[in-house]
């Protein structure tokens, strides 16, 4: 796996569940833990958002962790907003690699970032984009 450290890269919300919840894959769990724990990281507000909603329903997290959790995404990490470019390489991210509308969002926001790479468990590993961003699944066997 590339040196997070001489490269921003992005982390995609199923990386961030598997840190945050325990689950019956402990070798993905410590990945993701140990993955996040490096610094140049980079997220969006949709990754919040996803990531709260989804710690709210499976991990039944109360209220006062959630704040904690979004105080500290914003403290130890580069979070970006949303904005009307985003959308908009979305679309024609969308157009030139077929990927789903979610999913556009989030590599058109980890290019507008500068990040290198885009760890994610949900796209296809190895992906080039616009000669900017490579897609890694950090839980392959080739990146573990």
């Known amino acids: 796996m590339p040196e997070i450290r001489a490269m921003p890269c992005f982390v995609d919300t199923n990386v961030w569940l598997y840190a945050f919840i325990e689950s019956e894959d402990a070798a993905k769990s410590a990945r993701a833990s140990g993955l996040i724990q490096q610094g140049n990281i980079r997220l969006s507000t949709q990754v919040v958002n996803e990531v709260c909603v989804n ?35 979305a679309s024609d991210l969308r157009d030139g690699f077929s990927l789903s509308y979610w999913d556009s969002v989030i590599v058109a926001s980890a290019l507008e970032t500068g990040a290198g790479i885009l760890y994610s468990e949900d796209m296809q590993d190895g992906l080039l984009v616009n000669n900017q961003l490579r897609i890694v699944n950090p839980f392959s066997e080739s990146h573990a």
Request: positive net charge.
């Open 55 to 89: 710690l709210l329903k499976k991990a039944k997290f109360s209220e006062d962790a959630l704040r904690q959790l979004i105080d500290a995404f914003y403290t130890k990490y580069d979070v970006f907003d949303l904005q009307r470019s985003t959308f908009l390489t």
